[in-house]
């Protein structure tokens, strides 16, 4: 084998266990985490907590993902979607799989354990577990209630930031947990529509395939009404300021409109614009909920 061949091998393996850890998922995962430091206190945050912190949360989430691939190999497999992914390919195999996401688990538990402190490593292990067990072993195949139970380990990242700083659960730092696990459902459920025949081949009980897309539809849009008066919270109770304030409004407006369009329409192709949309949403409303803190700690 010629060391070109040899290089070109490596980088794709690589490629492969990357692909495992979901990188685009655990981005907004650390991002979210991330945000949940800031807003845990007025001044910056350590840095050590802020760089070893966020680096602990994201190779777990990475070690939930790549046990999410291992357990869903089979169904990934029929999937249109998720049909090439390393396991369903052969690029890898499940031992490898495993043992990367064991890695991966140590790895991150011991950073934040050393750098943070151990009530943000036990709540960290136990989202792992939330989503890895008993949300795709378990919840997945048992009820189209799945993402909604289920939603709360993907919740958890904002609520273990702030932890990770203040080596409590307050609560600020629940209502941003309350924010993602409202804004999981018509996050999920718009994709779920998308590909509705693909979890109907795979004979998963996602909520279009057991209750139809017209119900998902009513659904997706309650809980988007929903998710625009959770979202002004942080402003009633004094968490943020105008900025803030301002951001949501804009923003669950642009969600609403959409999630109107799709529960009045007959044109399922707008279930994939709100699935996009709803990861812009949220990172905005982060981005927004970081800068208004700031700006007030500035002026005051």
Known sequence: ???????IGVVSQWRDYLELTKPKVVSLITFTAM??????????????VLIFGS????LVAGAAAAINHLVDQRIDAIMARTQRRPLPTGHLDGRR????????????????VVFTN????????????GYAVIYTMYLKRATPQNIVIGGAAGAAPPLLGWVAVTGQIEPGAMLLFLIVFVWTPP??????????DDYAKADIPMLPVTHGIA?????????????????????????SGPLYLAAAVLLNFRFIWLAVGLYRGQDN?????????????????FAALMADHYLVSVLS
């Open 215 to 239: 119900y998902t539809r009513l659904q997706i849009l309650l809980y988007t009404l929903m998710l625009a008066a959770v979202t002004l919270l942080p402003f009633a109770i004094g968490m």
């Open 35 to 48: 945000v949940g430091m800031f807003l845990a206190r007025p001044v910056m945050v350590p840095w050590a």
């Open 118 to 129: 151990l009530l943000t490593a036990l709540l960290t292990f136990g989202s792992l577990i």
């Open 187 to 196: 996050h999920f459920w718009a994709l779920a529509i998308h590909r509705r």
């Open 97 to 112: 799989a495993l043992i990367f996401a064991i890695g991966l688990c140590a790895a991150g538990s011991a950073l934040l």
């Open 1 to 7: 084998m010629s060391g070109q061949t040899l290089r």
């Open 55 to 58: 680096l602990g949360i994201t």
């Open 269 to 285: 192709r707008l279930a994939m614009p709100i699935f996009l949309y709803s990861i812009t949403y949220l990172f905005a409303l």
